[in-house]
């Protein structure tokens, strides 16, 4: 009996799991990120255009999050987004593996907002300027 409560358990946190970990959209990066771990709470780096890489500390699976903008060793931004207030969906075309032909699917993955305070540094690492957020909206500057 304990073994079938435990795999029932395990079932349901790994059909939780793969219903969480549907991916963030970050909208100002234009960058899709998926956290690893089952609770979501993640330390992820990504490396975009010009050199820039993203600090993500990840705190749950809607995207509650601090984010640290760096341009070669160079603080450039940091912030933190809140969770989103919804998943979102949207078609992406894609290339099947056998025969190179085309289909459409839903992505389905959550953009969390901007909240709070976010600060902008200069090249010598001196805060240029600050904007506040409120869930995504730009309270000022």
């Given at each position: ?40 709470s993640d ?11 993203l600090k ?86």
């Amino acid at each position: 009996m304990k073994l079938f409560c435990l795999t029932i358990f395990f079932l349901h946190n790994l059909n939780s799991f793969s219903q969480k970990n549907i991916g963030f959209y970050l909208q100002e990066y234009d960058i899709k990120i998926y956290p690893k771990k089952l609770n979501c709470s993640d330390t992820l780096t990504a490396e975009l255009k010009n050199k820039i890489i993203l600090k993500l500390y990840v705190k749950d699976c809607m995207g509650a999050m601090k984010v640290i903008c760096f341009k070669g060793e160079v603080k450039i931004s940091e912030g933190e987004y809140c969770n989103s207030l919804d998943s979102l969906k949207k078609y992406v075309l894609n290339l099947k593996a056998h025969g190179g032909e085309k289909e459409i699917s839903v992505s389905t993955y959550f953009q969390p907002l901007r909240d709070g305070l976010w600060i902008y540094y200069n090249n010598a690492g001196r805060i240029k300027y600050s904007e506040y957020y409120k869930k995504g909206i730009l309270q000022g500057k």
